[in-house]
């Protein structure tokens, strides 16, 4: 199943319905998974492998931070996504929903030659071809795949106490984007 891709109608003029339009194909891609509801992080990862017919490998590394905060590598027999391995649980769900996003919706990964062994990547090489390769969360495919991971977070995450090791920031920008979401979902 493919995702069907929606392009602004003008690369310089936003549409007021954008986000309210990313929300609906982010539900749509969940659901065209087969993913309804709330699910655990292992159902999403087998249907993520499934969709992609290959492997798909999610790696914790020591990321700096303030860097990039996941990258989506596609190797020749698999897929590789990067997270900083400080990262909380629900911030390791957003960012890995993110990756998934991208590949969900078919956004190209980094122009990275795939090394051989690419779990044995150096994080700083890691960091900046991430850094290379996502210029900002203007362009639509970013902003698609943020709203994507955050879904992701929010079907997987258990709402009704903290993370174990999530901070305040963590929490707060949840809960911003949560109420975004739930307008959406009354509003349109």
Not at 37 to 63: C, N, S, W
Not at 140 to 165: C, H, K, M, N, Y
């Amino acid at each position: 199943m493919r995702v069907p891709r929606w392009t602004p109608r003008s690369a310089t003029r936003r549409r007021p319905d954008g986000f309210s339009e990313l929300v609906r194909q982010a539900r749509q891609g969940l659901t065209g998974l087969g993913l309804r509801g709330r699910f655990t992080e292992d159902r999403l990862h087998e249907k993520m492998q499934a969709y992609r017919g290959r492997p798909v490998h999610v790696i914790a590394q020591p990321l700096p931070p303030g860097g990039p905060h996941g990258l989506w590598v596609a190797g020749r027999d698999a897929d590789y996504v990067f997270f900083p391995a400080a990262a909380s649980p629900v911030r390791r769900h957003v960012i890995v929903g993110h990756e998934y996003g991208h590949m969900l919706f078919d956004d190209p990964a980094p122009p990275l030659p795939a090394p051989a062994d690419p779990t044995a990547m150096d994080p700083a090489e890691l960091s900046a071809a991430a850094r290379q390769a996502r210029s900002s969360y203007e362009e639509l495919p970013e902003r698609r795949a943020e709203i994507f991971g955050t879904l992701v977070a929010q079907r997987i995450t258990d709402w009704s106490r903290p993370p174990a090791r999530g901070t305040e920031s963590d929490e707060a920008a949840l809960r911003r984007l949560t109420g975004l979401l739930e307008s959406t979902d009354e509003n349109g």
